[in-house]
């Protein structure tokens, strides 16, 4: 198996985050994710202080909205998928205390997404009918990391990602729609953060999610479709979460991951021979750290620098483990 190189992965992400010009102009809309991306992926790798915690501070209040709501970038609208970013970027560089008062501006635009059916629109202009399980997962996740779980109606919570359960076993977007894994993620996760996976069929849901291991070690994201790292974090962290992630094989996967490097850059791209980008680099990386800790696979690591680890993450947060623990 091919080792994991840190210093170039460490290089790449820092130089995403850093060099301006046409990719990260192009990437704008997406940009408070990408920070969390990054900052996830460095801290998994021992190596946080490589980005300037100040300035990173800034940004993510830079994109705090009057309705406490956050964007991607400052001159665009709050959605509940980067307000979740910025709080995970808050608590990775454990700065979340700054909200202050705002925290509860914050709770209130949580709030506001909810339709009574316990389903979540992502942003106040959203029609009632544009939901979707990744904001549910994002609602829930960041009141988690608020502390604030019970600013919304829990129990509609549940019952709506219960309807989004298929005869497969699997979830999608709403109810009715075909099962991916990274909906999975989103409404298993969901569940494990209200302690209510009991309701799913994890014996099904298992198979489903055991089937998306191809041939060649990596995952799909729903049947027929290419593998692609990512889904090393959206279905391995739901078998984890479930406690089957025995099923599939853990060498094979780490093959994989480690095969969509780019052994001169650095960074991981969806698939061997890809461009590598933030996105991918920290699902990778997030993937082979879950099978080291809970599957025992055993990774050579690459560093310039003596003793490095690979910290543990948090199959439902997707933060390292270490942040939650001391909360
Ligand atoms: C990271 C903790 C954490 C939370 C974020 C936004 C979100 C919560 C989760 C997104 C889950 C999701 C839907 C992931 C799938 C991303 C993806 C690669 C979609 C591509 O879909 P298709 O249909 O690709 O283009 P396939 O693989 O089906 O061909």
Redesign the pocket.
């Known amino acids: 198996m091919k080792s994991l190189e840190v210093d170039k992965h460490v290089n790449f992400l820092v130089k995403a985050a850093t060099t301006r010009g046409f990719e990260w102009e192009m990437t704008e809309y997406l940009r408070m994710?990408g920070i969390?991306?990054s900052l996830?992926a460095l801290d998994l790798l021992g190596q946080l202080d490589k980005l300037p915690r100040e300035e990173m501070i800034a940004y993510v209040f830079s994109c705090l909205h009057e309705n406490g709501g956050f964007s991607p970038a400052p001159n665009h609208y709050p959605t509940i998928?980067y307000t979740?970013?910025a709080i995970?970027v808050l608590v990775i560089l454990k700065a979340l205390d700054q909200l202050g008062e705002k925290k509860e501006k914050v709770i209130e635009f949580v709030k506001s997404l909810q339709n009574t059916d316990g389903s979540f629109i992502g942003s106040p202009d959203d029609d009632e009918e544009e939901t979707?399980t990744?904001f549910s997962?994002?609602a829930v996740?960041t009141l988690k990391l608020l502390n604030s779980l019970n600013a919304i109606d829990l129990d509609k919570t549940v019952q709506h990602i219960k309807a989004c359960q298929n005869f497969d076993g699997a979830f999608g977007?709403r109810v009715g729609s075909e099962s991916?894994?990274?909906?999975v993620?989103?409404c298993v996760?969901t569940l494990a953060l209200l302690e209510k996976l009991d309701i799913v069929d994890q014996e099904l849901l298992g198979w489903w999610l055991a089937d998306r291991q191809l041939p060649c070690g990596g995952l799909?994201?729903?049947p027929m479709?290419?593998e692609?790292v990512?889904?090393s974090?959206?279905a391995l962290s739901s078998l984890v979460m479930i406690k089957k992630s025995a099923w599939i094989d853990h060498k094979k996967l780490a093959e994989f991951i480690l095969s969509a490097a780019d052994e001169e850059m650095g960074g991981i791209a969806?698939r061997p021979g890809d461009i590598p980008d933030p996105?991918h680099t920290?699902?990778g990386i997030a993937g082979l750290s879950l099978l080291q800790y809970n599957n025992n696979l055993e990774l050579d690591i690459s560093s310039s620098k003596e003793n490095v680890k690979l910290k543990p993450i948090d199959p439902?947060?997707?933060?390292p483990s270490y942040l939650l623990h001391e909360k």
């Open positions: 994710s969390y991306w996830t998928i979740l970013s995970q979707d990744r997962f994002c996740a977007v991916h894994a990274g909906q993620f989103c996760g799909n994201g729903r479709k290419k692609d990512c889904y974090w959206w969806d996105f920290l699902f439902v947060l997707c933060l």
